[in-house]
């Protein structure tokens, strides 16, 4: 069974950066593809970031010039740097990861961590 925890979250003000991080236990060799979703109170779960295993990187447009994802290649730590924090960036965040390929539909990944908060305040 996969295993994703999150690290990372925490209050910053707008303007602020902050790193999070995913661990990954087990199984890191049947893993193509791993992301960070998002979810504010009220709204649907949306996709932030994904990396896929050669390395092709996806950002949704609300992240691209902002947030940066990255793995580490040894232990499979998914990061995520996101800089330029603003209010409407608050939501909890999680990290996810699928088996065959990588793709933006929220359903269709299987392994999912507990979530990190982080919240934006102006």
């Known amino acids: 069974q996969v295993a994703l925890v999150e690290s990372g979250g925490g209050s910053v003000q707008t303007g602020g950066s902050l790193r999070l991080s995913c661990e990954v236990s087990a199984y890191t060799y049947r893993l193509a593809c791993m992301g960070w979703f998002r979810q504010a109170p009220g709204k649907e779960r949306e996709i932030v970031a994904y990396?896929?295993?050669?390395?092709?990187?996806y950002a949704a447009d609300s992240a691209k010039d902002r947030f940066t994802i990255s793995q580490d290649s040894v232990t499979k730590t998914l990061y995520l740097q996101m800089n330029s924090l603003k209010p409407e960036d608050t939501a909890m965040y999680y990290c996810?990861?699928?088996?065959?390929?990588?793709?933006?539909?929220?359903?269709?990944?299987?392994?999912w961590g507990q979530g990190t908060q982080v919240t934006v305040s102006s």
């Open positions: 996810a990861a699928r088996e065959r390929d990588c793709g933006v539909v929220t359903a269709r990944w299987a392994y």
């Open positions: 990396i896929g295993i050669g390395g092709s990187i």
